[in-house]
């Protein structure tokens, strides 16, 4: 079974840093993609960022370019999502998410979801 175990979620005051991480756990996704979304409340889920497990093409949503950089680690087997300069429109709950094959664009064809972390940026 396929679990994203996410972590790093908290409360951080604008323009302070957090580093989310997720390891997935179950199956390798060597040829697919790893990606964060994140969904503030009363709002549909965005994504945020993807990157290419085999290669490590990154993608960026216009809003985090520049402030967030998505990465992997081979060794641990982890995507980190570290995010700079944070703003309270930054506020929602993260989710990290995998694909087996990245056939599709960055912002789709995921299959499997992690439970979720939650980010608040006060003001």
């Known amino acids: 079974q396929v679990r994203l175990v996410e972590s790093g979620g908290g409360l951080v005051q604008a323009g302070g840093s957090l580093r989310l991480s997720c390891a997935p756990s179950?199956?390798?996704?060597?040829?697919?993609?790893m990606g964060w979304f994140r969904q503030a409340p009363g709002k549909g889920r965005e994504f945020v960022a993807a990157i290419s497990w085999n290669g490590g093409g990154t993608y960026y949503a216009d809003s985090v370019k520049g402030r967030f950089t998505i990465s992997r680690d081979y060794a641990q087997n982890t995507v980190y999502l570290q995010m700079n300069s944070l703003k309270p429109e930054d506020t929602a709950v993260y989710y990290c998410?995998?694909?087996?094959?990245?056939?599709?664009?960055?912002?789709?064809?995921?299959?499997?979801w992690g439970q979720g972390t939650q980010v608040t940026v006060s003001s």
């Open positions: 998410a995998a694909a087996r094959w990245a056939t599709t664009g960055p912002a789709s064809g995921y299959e499997y």
């Open positions: 179950g199956r390798t996704f060597s040829n697919g993609r």
